[in-house]
């Protein structure tokens, strides 16, 4: 529930004077159902006013398909200011997590980077990509995890791949790692969930890794369900020094624009689709890192074009709301 990562009653503060928010519908609506407007990429170009103002005129309660990349440029300028500060200035952790995470933050040694590494089943089985050279019990629970999903093969399979669709093996990212120059007795924060399959296999080369499981008692994560841990890596992964990430998803837009905000402009995101070309065209050892320097040499990301670049430019408006 959201109400059990970000605190609802600042957020709902923090919109007066831009929006008002409710925690829950008028009685009038709530026996309702909500009409469905669908603003999804894949209807091409969807302009707001044109299509979800006169059904929300209309109808009144309306649920919407999110289409945060859909271009807004027709938005009036209080509209788009608005927008950015629901985004961000008006986004915190609930207390109890914010305290978890500043303590977890005291417990890894500084300096350090934070390193989103995606792994996991699920993650492989949605992004229907093949691996090969892992443990068996890693197959297996990629295997239980596709529930029916049909993984791509052959020349299919490398044309997806080198498309970067496949996440990096912790294998490959520590060998991607290496490749930029990032010592070996780096100290590493691990943003990742706790069904990270094969992370020996990086934390055997980053020896100077750690995790939430490993800095915080056992008792105190049990009692946190999978979303409000994953707030954790979100807490860290914008207060660490530099953050690297190795699937560009919405965490990873969120983290970028918020560590551009606060300052902290480090940010990496690994080229999976650079990666999966060189493998294709026979490269390994020194010739591979080489291509992957090169490849990553202008890689360094500020963040302001991860998420929503105008809100950059009304910084001064939601910081004086």
Not at 9 to 29: A, H, R, S
Not at 157 to 169: E, Y
Request: proline share 5%; net charge positive.
């Amino acid at each position: 529930m959201i109400q059990d990562i970000f605190d609802v009653d600042y957020f709902i503060q923090q919109m007066k004077g831009f929006v008002p928010v409710v925690k829950e519908l008028p009685q009038e609506l709530a026996s309702k159902k909500p009409v469905r407007v669908d603003c999804r990429k894949q209807k091409g170009h969807f302009d707001y006013i044109e299509s979800v103002l006169p059904s929300l005129v209309k109808h009144q309660y309306i649920i919407i398909t999110p289409a945060a990349s859909q271009k807004i440029d027709r938005h009036p300028f209080y509209a788009k200011a608005a927008r950015c500060h629901a985004c961000f200035r008006a986004l915190r952790l609930v207390r109890h997590l914010e305290l978890k995470g500043a303590e977890l933050l005291q417990r890894i040694p500084q300096p350090f980077l934070s390193l989103h590494l995606r792994f996991e089943p699920d993650m492989i089985a949605y992004s229907r990509c093949e691996y090969t050279g892992l443990a068996r019990s890693s197959l297996d629970a990629i295997n239980a995890a596709r529930n029916g999903r049909i993984s791509f093969s052959g020349e299919a399979g490398l044309a997806w791949r080198k498309r970067g669709k496949c996440p990096l093996t912790p294998r490959e990212t520590a060998f991607i790692l290496q490749a930029l120059g990032i010592p070996t007795n780096t100290t590493i924060y691990l943003a990742a969930g706790d069904s990270l399959l094969e992370w020996k296999d990086f934390t055997s080369v980053y020896r100077n890794s750690y995790t939430k499981s490993s800095l915080l008692d056992k008792a105190s994560l049990m009692g946190l369900p999978g979303n409000s841990r994953a707030a954790l890596d979100y807490y860290i992964s914008i207060n660490s020094e530099a953050y690297i990430g190795t699937y560009f998803g919405n965490m990873d837009k969120m983290v970028a624009a918020m560590r551009a905000l606060s300052g902290r402009p480090n940010t990496i995101f690994l080229n999976r689709r650079a990666f999966a070309e060189a493998v294709s065209q026979g490269l390994n050892g020194v010739r591979l890192a080489d291509y992957l320097w090169e490849a990553h040499r202008d890689a360094l990301v500020d963040g302001r074009g991860s998420a929503l670049p105008d809100c950059f430019c009304m910084s001064n408006i939601t910081d004086s709301h």
